[in-house]
């Protein structure tokens, strides 16, 4: 009697607390911190995108440019859009896709660091605390400034044990309270019984309660390539499948060694050519050291690299609008489980690994994850191996500070560093921070090179391409005015904004009655042929470009990517002019793509991982049914391969109809 009374006393204790400090705090706050106010589209904003043949002409032909960037990720194209922005005759050259790396294999979370803030508490760590808060004002920002591509979301903290509802409240308040205004909406506690009406799928034996709070969410890769266009429409010259091939030198007055540009190959077409700067910025992520050393080969390296892997399952794994987060896995990691694109995505992982331009998800991390979502799902939900849809890694750049005396400690934010020869280099950092690491970098290159811009950082409340007109009903005009329907309508909305409507233009005719254009990619998805044309004006230039960060279909479904490829390739053909050997070439690219990076080898490892006990007899016929599902010897059957099969066999000489019902 007196534990129920116990936990009746505390549960009230807690919704009061909620509601009397939660309000007290953020009414405080409120008044003591400004709001963030989107500033107006610059004057210097180009209507007209210029083509990558334009952009790479100028690159090759200016004699010298403000700013140089090497790195075409977050953090790269967030420095060019700042330089930008500034006046600066600014480059940035990517030796693969915009977001090709790191930026497009995170948790897709716009947050200020829950865990951060913790430390900062328990430890009296000011630095930690001044991180968080940073983060937290650019969540704000990021939020306000790319509204079609980010947005508010709740996140689930489970409780299983009484006591520690008031223990994890508190530092939930406090994030409350670190965002100040910016807070994007309160957090709560929420009863057993409500949480588990939010999130069905959640293990209820000795639940007794969950704590709501929330920080964004965002298409990581849609809003890099949104960061490149922003810095080309600012007058930017920025070029993917462009690399660095070593950094030009020269002594100065006083005879020191100074960096004033790179040479480069242009990889699509394989065009060499020198760009002049007056400032280099290396923004490489993991290659930090790989551009550091080709400005000092005898400099020690200092981003030690680590892979973090994520996996995508079905939808009905989570809810649509409620993610959760396992603050403390049997290693002592954290772990998200995050509805994203209408799937849903578990990760991450944190473990060293060596440099690599094709990161792989590993076998022993993938059971991790699966191991640990385990733990938190009622037992009716049986986690399959086979249920995963794709499985990626992404490998974080962990940076120690050249700056300091203690280079062997790793920082816990982002460094900038200023080298001998004036190579400015950026690392470290995270997602949401790019901006402000981005202004930090940008300022260092005006005071080290000497640079003029024409105006301070206006970054802040800068809205980024597509962003500027889009409001959460834009679909519903699209929908109308192209005869689109509805779910690409608010797909296409949401990754292109107020440039959607240029995206519909280039659609084909389907022949049907409705909808009238928007022919479908892969019928599981809402990406549409239009899409890939569009790509190719933003600069896209291989099927991977494509499937990977135009759209995100290999991210959610690798399968799905490996049957939508020949109708990407032949749609790039059409566009680019490609003969049929680049054709094949970028098929079997895409295909190792899909394999090596993508997860889609984890389902052939599973035919030797997971056992199966069959007489012989039994073999040798599912071998054959098999063969005469897979008539193109892939090695696999998908849902098309069924399709084609019902049309002309009859099924209930293969499957039960409970099965063929299910199928």
């Given at each position: 009697?007196?534990?129920?009374?116990?936990?009746?006393?505390?549960?009230?204790?807690?919704?009061?607390?909620?509601?009397?400090?939660?309000?007290?705090?953020?009414?405080?706050?409120?008044?003591?911190?400004?709001?963030?106010?989107?500033?107006?589209?610059?004057?210097?904003?180009?209507?007209?995108?210029?083509?990558?043949?334009?952009?790479?002409?100028?690159?090759?032909?200016?004699?010298?440019?403000?700013?140089?960037?090497?790195?075409?990720?977050?953090?790269?194209?967030?420095?060019?859009?700042?330089?930008?922005?500034?006046?600066?005759?600014?480059a940035l050259v990517e030796k693969y896709d915009f977001s090709s790396g790191t930026s497009s294999r995170s948790t897709k979370l716009i947050h200020g660091g829950v865990r951060y803030l913790q430390k900062a508490i328990m430890q009296f760590d000011i630095e930690q605390y001044r991180m968080v808060k940073e983060a937290l004002t650019e969540r704000a920002n990021l939020i306000n400034i790319a509204p079609h591509l980010s947005y508010p979301f709740p996140i689930m903290l489970p409780v299983y044990k009484l006591w520690q509802i008031p223990y994890f409240w508190v530092g939930i308040k406090a994030y409350d309270v670190v965002a100040g205004r910016?807070?994007?909406?309160?957090?709560?506690?929420?009863?057993?019984?409500?949480?588990?009406?939010?999130?069905?799928?959640?293990?209820?034996?000795?639940?007794?309660?969950?704590?709501?709070?929330?920080?964004?969410?965002?298409?990581?890769?849609?809003?890099?390539?949104?960061?490149?266009?922003?810095?080309?429409?600012?007058?930017?010259?920025?070029?993917?499948?462009?690399?660095?091939?070593?950094?030009?030198?020269?002594?100065?007055?006083?005879?020191?060694?100074?960096?004033?540009?790179?040479?480069?190959?242009?990889?699509?077409?394989?065009?060499?050519?020198?760009?002049?700067?007056?400032?280099i910025i290396n923004a490489t992520g993991p290659y930090t050291d790989t551009i550091r050393k080709m400005d000092n080969e005898k400099i020690p390296n200092i981003c030690q690299p680590s892979s973090g892997v994520h996996i995508v399952l079905p939808d009905y794994y989570s809810p649509q609008n409620m993610g959760l987060?396992?603050?403390?896995?049997?290693?002592?990691?954290?772990?998200?489980?995050?509805?994203?694109?209408?799937?849903?995505?578990?990760?991450?992982?944190?473990?060293?690994?060596?440099?690599?331009?094709?990161?792989?998800?590993?076998?022993?991390?993938?059971?991790?994850?699966?191991n640990e979502i385990k733990n938190y799902l009622n037992n009716d939900v049986q986690v399959r191996r086979g249920d995963i849809l794709s499985a990626w890694s992404g490998i974080r750049p962990l940076v120690s500070d050249p700056n300091k005396a203690d280079t062997q400690s790793l920082a816990r934010n982002h460094i900038v560093h200023v080298s001998d020869s004036k190579l400015i280099t950026i690392a470290g950092g995270k997602w949401t921070t790019y901006r402000h690491m981005a202004e930090e970098t940008i300022d260092a290159a005006i005071e080290a090179c000497?640079?003029?811009?024409?105006?301070?950082?206006?970054?802040?409340?800068?809205?980024?391409?597509?962003?500027?007109?889009?409001?959460?009903?834009?679909?519903?005009?699209?929908?109308?005015?192209?005869?689109?329907?509805?779910?690409?309508?608010?797909?296409?909305?949401?990754?292109?904004?107020?440039?959607?409507?240029?995206?519909?233009?280039?659609?084909?005719?389907?022949?049907?009655?409705?909808?009238?254009?928007?022919?479908?990619l892969h019928q599981e998805f809402p990406y549409i042929d239009a899409e890939v044309k569009y790509a190719v004006k933003e600069y896209a230039r291989s099927a991977v470009d494509v499937i990977a960060r135009r759209t995100r279909m290999s991210f959610l479904n690798v399968l799905a990517a490996d049957e939508a490829l020949p109708k990407i390739v032949e749609i790039m053909a059409s566009e680019l002019k490609w003969s049929k050997?680049?054709?094949?070439?970028?098929?079997?690219?895409?295909?190792?793509?899909?394999?090596?990076?993508?997860?889609?080898?984890?389902?052939?490892?599973?035919?030797?991982?997971?056992?199966?006990?069959?007489?012989?007899?039994?073999?040798?016929?599912?071998?054959?049914?098999?063969?005469?599902?897979?008539?193109?010897?892939?090695?696999?059957?998908?849902?098309?391969?069924?399709?084609?099969?019902?049309?002309?066999?009859?099924?209930?000489q293969y499957f039960e109809p409970d099965l063929i019902k299910f199928i």
């Amino acid at each position: 009697m007196g534990t129920k009374v116990n936990r009746k006393v505390l549960k009230t204790l807690a919704y009061a607390a909620t509601g009397a400090l939660g309000l007290g705090a953020y009414t405080y706050y409120k008044s003591q911190n400004s709001v963030l106010q989107a500033a107006p589209k610059p004057a210097n904003w180009l209507t007209e995108l210029p083509s990558r043949e334009a952009q790479v002409e100028s690159l090759s032909t200016t004699p010298e440019f403000d700013i140089l960037i090497i790195g075409g990720g977050a953090t790269g194209a967030g420095c060019a859009v700042d330089a930008a922005s500034r006046g600066l005759k600014t480059a940035l050259v990517e030796k693969y896709d915009f977001s090709s790396g790191t930026s497009s294999r995170s948790t897709k979370l716009i947050h200020g660091g829950v865990r951060y803030l913790q430390k900062a508490i328990m430890q009296f760590d000011i630095e930690q605390y001044r991180m968080v808060k940073e983060a937290l004002t650019e969540r704000a920002n990021l939020i306000n400034i790319a509204p079609h591509l980010s947005y508010p979301f709740p996140i689930m903290l489970p409780v299983y044990k009484l006591w520690q509802i008031p223990y994890f409240w508190v530092g939930i308040k406090a994030y409350d309270v670190v965002a100040g205004r910016q807070l994007l909406k309160p957090s709560y506690f929420i009863s057993k019984n409500t949480a588990l009406e939010l999130f069905p799928m959640l293990k209820k034996e000795s639940l007794v309660g969950a704590i709501v709070y929330y920080d964004g969410q965002h298409n990581d890769a849609r809003m890099n390539i949104s960061l490149a266009m922003t810095a080309a429409r600012l007058g930017a010259n920025v070029a993917n499948h462009v690399a660095v091939t070593e950094l030009v030198h020269e002594e100065d007055e006083k005879g020191q060694k100074k960096v004033i540009g790179a040479k480069c190959i242009d990889k699509y077409t394989g065009k060499e050519f020198s760009v002049k700067a007056k400032a280099i910025i290396n923004a490489t992520g993991p290659y930090t050291d790989t551009i550091r050393k080709m400005d000092n080969e005898k400099i020690p390296n200092i981003c030690q690299p680590s892979s973090g892997v994520h996996i995508v399952l079905p939808d009905y794994y989570s809810p649509q609008n409620m993610g959760l987060l396992d603050p403390s896995t049997s290693d002592g990691r954290v772990i998200f489980f995050l509805p994203w694109q209408k799937h849903t995505m578990a990760g991450t992982t944190d473990t060293p690994c060596a440099l690599t331009d094709y990161p792989t998800p590993a076998e022993d991390d993938v059971n991790f994850i699966i191991n640990e979502i385990k733990n938190y799902l009622n037992n009716d939900v049986q986690v399959r191996r086979g249920d995963i849809l794709s499985a990626w890694s992404g490998i974080r750049p962990l940076v120690s500070d050249p700056n300091k005396a203690d280079t062997q400690s790793l920082a816990r934010n982002h460094i900038v560093h200023v080298s001998d020869s004036k190579l400015i280099t950026i690392a470290g950092g995270k997602w949401t921070t790019y901006r402000h690491m981005a202004e930090e970098t940008i300022d260092a290159a005006i005071e080290a090179c000497g640079l003029k811009p024409k105006n301070e950082c206006i970054t802040k409340g800068l809205f980024l391409e597509g962003g500027h007109n889009w409001t959460p009903t834009s679909y519903i005009r699209l929908a109308q005015d192209f005869g689109i329907e509805t779910e690409v309508a608010i797909h296409l909305s949401n990754t292109y904004g107020d440039q959607a409507d240029k995206v519909a233009e280039l659609s084909s005719l389907t022949g049907k009655r409705w909808p009238v254009v928007g022919v479908r990619l892969h019928q599981e998805f809402p990406y549409i042929d239009a899409e890939v044309k569009y790509a190719v004006k933003e600069y896209a230039r291989s099927a991977v470009d494509v499937i990977a960060r135009r759209t995100r279909m290999s991210f959610l479904n690798v399968l799905a990517a490996d049957e939508a490829l020949p109708k990407i390739v032949e749609i790039m053909a059409s566009e680019l002019k490609w003969s049929k050997q680049k054709q094949q070439e970028e098929l079997e690219h895409a295909k190792e793509f899909l394999k090596r990076e993508m997860g889609l080898n984890l389902k052939y490892q599973m035919k030797t991982t997971v056992p199966i006990n069959f007489s012989k007899e039994e073999i040798s016929t599912y071998i054959k049914r098999f063969r005469s599902l897979d008539k193109s010897n892939k090695g696999y059957i998908t849902h098309k391969d069924l399709r084609a099969f019902f049309k002309v066999n009859t099924v209930l000489q293969y499957f039960e109809p409970d099965l063929i019902k299910f199928i």
